[in-house]
C-alpha cells in the first residue's frame, strides 16, 4: 500500500511538472476567423513550430506584430533554456500551409545549430508560401528564411 501510494505520488508531480513546462512554454495559439494560429508573441511562434513540427504540419499562421525572439539566444538577458529554437518544418514533413508575416518582423531569432542543413526560420518548406517576413538583428548563423526548401521564397 505504501508503495502504491508512493507510485501515485510520484506520477502527480510528474504530471503537476509537465503541466507547468507545457505552460510556460506553450503559448497561447489562437485561431482568427479564417483558420489562421494568430502569432502575438515568441511563445507562440515556439508553440506554433512544435505544433507544425508535431502533426500539424498543415497550420496556417499570421504574425500579427512584431516579435521579440530573445528568449531564444543565450547571451540575452530574456534567454529561456526551455525555448530554445527548432525550425518551422522537418526532414520528412516539410511545411505546406501559408505562414504570413503580414509585413513584420522577427527580432533577434537566434539558431543554436548552424551546421544543421534543416535550419533557420523554416528548417523545410515543400508546396508552402512564406510570405511578408523578415528576419532582422539577434545572432543568426544561417541568416535565410528556410534553409531547405523546394520552391523560392
Known amino acids: 500500500m505504501k508503495k502504491l501510494l508512493t507510485i501515485l505520488m510520484l506520477a ?7 503541466s507547468v513546462t507545457a505552460g510556460a ?12 494560429y494568430k502569432i502575438e508573441d515568441y511563445e507562440d511562434l515556439f508553440a506554433f513550430a512544435g505544433l507544425v513540427n508535431g502533426d500539424s504540419f498543415g497550420a496556417n499562421a499570421k504574425l500579427m506584430k512584431e516579435i521579440n525572439a530573445s528568449a531564444s539566444n543565450p547571451a540575452s538577458a530574456a534567454y529561456d533554456s ?4 527548432t525550425p518551422i ?15 513584420y518582423s522577427i527580432i533577434g531569432l ?24 523578415t528576419l532582422t538583428g539577434g545572432q543568426h ?3 535565410e528564411l528556410c534553409r531547405r526548401h523546394r520552391r523560392l521564397l
Open 141 to 143: 548563423y544561417r541568416p
Open 89 to 103: 518544418g522537418t526532414i520528412t514533413n516539410g511545411y505546406n500551409r501559408t505562414f504570413d508575416g503580414q509585413g
Open 25 to 36: 512554454a506553450g503559448g497561447n495559439l489562437e485561431k482568427d476567423t479564417d483558420g489562421y
Open 110 to 133: 537566434y539558431f543554436h545549430n548552424d551546421s544543421a542543413e534543416y535550419a533557420g526560420l523554416f528548417g523545410n518548406v515543400s508546396g508552402g508560401t512564406v510570405k511578408n517576413v
Open 12 to 18: 502527480m508531480c510528474l504530471a503537476a511538472l509537465l
Open 82 to 85: 526551455a525555448l530554445v529554437w
